[in-house]
């Protein structure tokens, strides 16, 4: 897979410790989690939390986990109840794509007054529902409604991580290898001073056998990979707190969840 790496027009510019984020979490059922999960949210609650001189504010619409037994976005168990209420918030689903969020990311701006969009979208559009130029464009769609709620707001946008899918399913791999060249060739494209966009590096040690707990979604370590992707591109790009120093956890029965069926299977 072609490496990808932060493009920025705004390489040298900087966030002030003073400047308020709102911050939008916005993805699929790696980032909104099921019940018993942390989540790479959490992680990357924790990681804004350890730098006190920085304001901030997690926003969206929705705080729930996915329920598998009710098989809807029903839960609250996430594996640490003192994850505050607040900061639980975002905009992810369970089977949802680029093509469920372009429709309502402005609305969600708009309503949240985010600031920081950071956006982990397109395997379960390649898996079930568009090929590699039609999630591009649905991708494309998304940045430019962002925009007509906040002319302003900046995004971080997480290449696909391919799934246990990929390793049997070759046309998989290459649309997924083919979609992350394409986003990239986006954020250069629609990056502006006023409105940056930050390309995420792929966490460079993430195992899809090691850190997800069914060969798509996180497990602990993956979740720490994945919250250090989103906090290391924001620090590098734009100086935003520090490099993220979370400790990998180690996976155990308690915190990492049996996998179960989802109501919208993701690619496998």
Not at 137 to 145: E, G, K, L, P
Not at 245 to 252: C, E, R, T
Request: charged share 15%.
């Amino acid at each position: 897979m072609t490496q990808v790496s932060i493009v920025t027009s705004q390489a040298g510019a900087v966030i002030g410790d003073d400047d308020a984020m709102r911050f939008l979490p916005v993805g699929d059922s790696m980032t909104i989690g099921a019940t018993g999960d942390y989540t790479w949210r959490y992680r990357l609650w924790q990681h804004l939390e350890a730098h006190p001189g920085l304001p901030y504010e997690i926003v969206g619409p929705r705080t729930a986990l996915y329920d598998t037994a009710a098989n809807a976005p029903l839960s609250h168990a996430y594996a640490d109840p003192s994850f505050p209420p607040a900061a639980r918030r975002h905009l992810s689903g369970w089977g949802e794509g680029w093509l469920h969020m372009a429709p309502v990311i402005a609305d969600a701006v708009r309503a949240s007054g985010a600031d920081v969009l950071l956006v982990s979208l397109g395997l379960i559009d390649l898996g079930f529902y568009t090929d590699a130029e039609q999630t591009a464009a649905n991708a494309r769609a998304f940045i430019t409604a962002a925009r007509t709620a906040n002319p302003r707001v900046r995004m971080v946008l997480l290449p696909v991580i391919p799934n246990v899918r990929a390793e049997t399913d070759a046309p998989f791999a290459a649309s997924c290898a083919h979609f992350n060249e394409l986003l990239a060739k986006a954020a250069a494209d629609l990056d502006t001073p006023s409105s940056p966009i930050l390309l995420a590096s792929r966490p460079p040690a993430y195992d899809i056998h090691t850190d997800t707990y069914d060969g798509t979604h996180p497990g602990p370590t993956g979740e720490h990979k994945l919250a250090a992707a989103f906090a290391d591109a924001m620090h590098r790009g734009w100086g935003l707190g520090g490099p993220y120093a979370g400790a990998p956890a180690v996976p155990s029965p308690a915190t990492v969840p049996a996998p179960a069926p989802p109501a919208q299977p993701l690619p496998a």
